[in-house]
């Protein structure tokens, strides 16, 4: 399993399946000059305790029933016999967290043996038993780095799945990758922000340099989410923009029903100056029924994008 890191192949697939617990999702995405275009696409509801994302617990109940419905959805969009993809789990399967050191370590054996130990007390379940992924994402007072944590029983059903179905995976990410890699596409410089809906909850996603930064989960009662980007901001401001005082987003990306106007309105509260919003349908993609994607499909296409990235 390639888990968070890309493949040194020359191409990731084109093609990415969502994962989550109430629908599934199959996109196929083209190239058409400097914009991409839906070549392929199916959605469909997944039945309740089909999928059952969790860090701790086993997330696939019945294996053979989840595959046949995730076969079915493949086939929908004509994908049947497609096997190379790019594939989004749900991001209650794994633990994102940013971990930082006193010290830069000395080695790589060493840097991963003290991600390892930092992850292992954060989430408290020993390194040996976990699958982590890491990003550094800048020194600033001191070295830090996203870590994506899974753990290898979970990582298992997942791959077991994957195998059922014969396919091969060229990338398997929580979704939130997959909303901040439209970024990929955004030529506006500087620190940008990828905001997906989930519900009850939000995930909010900091990215620079083509790098995500910071992962945070947030309140999703829309008469909440402004103070929540508010406050949400000032911890960028204070702790991860590269100094306080030059702290500012240039570009957000609303997934779901979040009004993305309303969010760069709270950011521009907090930090001073108002960034632009990135909207993939129309901006980065036709969609060709000429409506707005649903946001699995969203998350899904962005991940296929990642076929042309550098």
Do not use: H
Request: charged fraction near 25%.
């Amino acid at each position: 399993m390639t888990f968070l890191n890309r493949l040194t192949r020359p191409r990731l697939p084109r093609a990415a399946f969502v994962l989550d617990a109430a629908e599934l999702a199959a996109v196929e995405v083209r190239r058409r000059g400097d914009r991409f275009v839906i070549g392929a696409a199916s959605r469909a509801p997944l039945a309740p305790g089909l999928l059952v994302p969790s860090f701790d617990q086993p997330n696939i109940p019945n294996l053979g029933e989840l595959a046949s419905v995730v076969d079915g959805t493949a086939r929908a969009a004509g994908l049947g016999r497609r096997q190379r993809w790019s594939i989004l789990l749900p991001e209650q399967s794994v633990k994102s967290l940013v971990v930082t050191f006193d010290s830069v370590p000395a080695s790589r054996d060493e840097l991963r043996e003290m991600v390892g130990w930092k992850v292992e007390r954060m989430v408290g379940v020993p390194a040996s038993e976990l699958r982590i992924a890491r990003q550094f994402v800048g020194s600033g007072r001191m070295p830090r780095f996203l870590a994506v944590a899974m753990r290898n029983s979970v990582a298992a059903q997942y791959d077991e799945l994957i195998a059922t179905l014969g396919w091969n995976a060229g990338l398997i990410v929580p979704r939130f990758v997959g909303e901040a890699a439209w970024f990929d596409w955004d030529s506006v410089p500087g620190d940008k922000l990828a905001i997906g809906s989930r519900g009850a909850t939000c995930q909010a996603s900091f990215v620079r340099d083509g790098e995500l930064l910071l992962v945070r989960s947030l309140d999703g009662d829309p008469a909440k989410l402004g103070d929540e980007v508010y406050r949400l901001m000032l911890y960028y401001r204070d702790r991860i923009a590269e100094a306080p005082e030059r702290a500012a987003i240039s570009s957000i990306l609303t997934c779901g029903a979040i009004d993305g106007e309303r969010v760069s309105s709270s950011v521009a509260e907090a930090l001073g100056t108002r960034p632009g919003v990135v909207r993939p349908v129309p901006d980065l993609i036709d969609d060709v029924e000429g409506s707005t994607l649903a946001p699995a499909l969203v998350a899904a296409a962005g991940l296929a994008t990642q076929a042309w990235s550098s």
